[in-house]
T-cell receptor, first 120, second 110 residues
Framework: GAVVSQHPSWVICKSGTSVKIECRSL??????MFWYRQFPKQSLMLMAT?????????EQGVEKDKFLINHASLTLSTLTVTSAHPEDSSFYIC????????????????FGPGTRLTVL | LAKTTQPISMDSYEGQEVNITCSHN???????ITWYQQFPSQGPRFIIQ???TKVTNEVASLFIPADRKSSTLSLPRVSLSDTAVYYC???????????FGAGTRLFVKA
């Protein structure tokens, strides 16, 4: 159980276009999802925390107008990279927490397989 | 959030036991210690979690001393497929966000 999927797994786009990445919790409802970005040979960098039905909370230095996050349902969060540029090329990973597992225990996160974005 | 410090990289040979130690001097009372494994171009995968003493599951053991200022992930008899980056994270219960440190890049050789 506790499977998270991402779509697409990879995408190539032209500079100036917008790209949407979907993150879905397949067998549980996730009130909280997280978006990370990872550059080659580096660790995951938390971009934002996405809460169902409310505005996302962005980490310092992450432009909220460039990285639009929508968490419209308990199983889907989307990240839209607007007006993408080559420096936005990266590996984007989402994760989700299962509220049913949180009570009195730990905050295990279930990660998606990631989306490789390449901006030409 | 407590900061973690791990070795940048480690090398090992197939069949050996590998121990990766993580320092977390500022760990809070309600923090748990969690280890994740990440292969290239994949999302991290949960390995093990603990609060104190020793925890063991089918893939690893986690040793946590009484002061909880460090923890050691033990991988018994590693294989080539254990080559990956291992992250030690410290965080509380109830939906706290997770901040990844640099991780330890383990390379297992034949």
């Amino acid at each position: 159980g506790a499977v998270v999927s991402q779509h697409p797994s990879w995408v190539i786009c032209k500079s100036g276009t917008s790209v949407k990445i979907e993150c879905r919790s397949l067998d549980f409802q996730a009130t909280t999802m997280f978006w990370y970005r990872q550059f080659p040979k580096q660790s995951l960098m938390l971009m934002a925390t996405s809460n169902e039905g409310s505005k996302a909370t962005y980490e310092q230095g992450v432009e909220k107008d460039k990285f639009l996050i929508n968490h419209a349902s308990l199983t889907l969060s989307t990240l839209t990279v607007t007006s993408a540029h080559p420096e936005d090329s990266s590996f984007y990973i989402c994760s989700a927490q299962d509220p049913g597992r949180l009570a009195g225990t730990y905050n295990e996160q279930f990660f998606g397989p990631g989306t490789r974005l390449t901006v030409l | 959030l407590a900061k973690t410090t791990q070795p940048i990289s480690m090398d090992s040979y197939e069949g050996q036991e590998v121990n990766i130690t993580c320092s977390h001097n500022n760990i809070a009372t309600n923090d748990y210690i969690t280890w994740y494994q990440q292969f290239p171009s994949q999302g991290p995968r949960f390995i093990i979690q603990g609060y104190k003493t020793k925890v063991t599951n089918e893939v690893a053991s986690l040793f946590i001393p009484a002061d909880r200022k460090s923890s050691t992930l033990s991988l018994p008899r590693v294989s080539l497929s254990d080559t990956a980056v291992y992250y030690c994270l410290v965080g509380g219960t109830g939906g706290f966000k997770t901040i990844f440190g640099a991780g330890t890049r383990l390379f297992v050789k034949a």
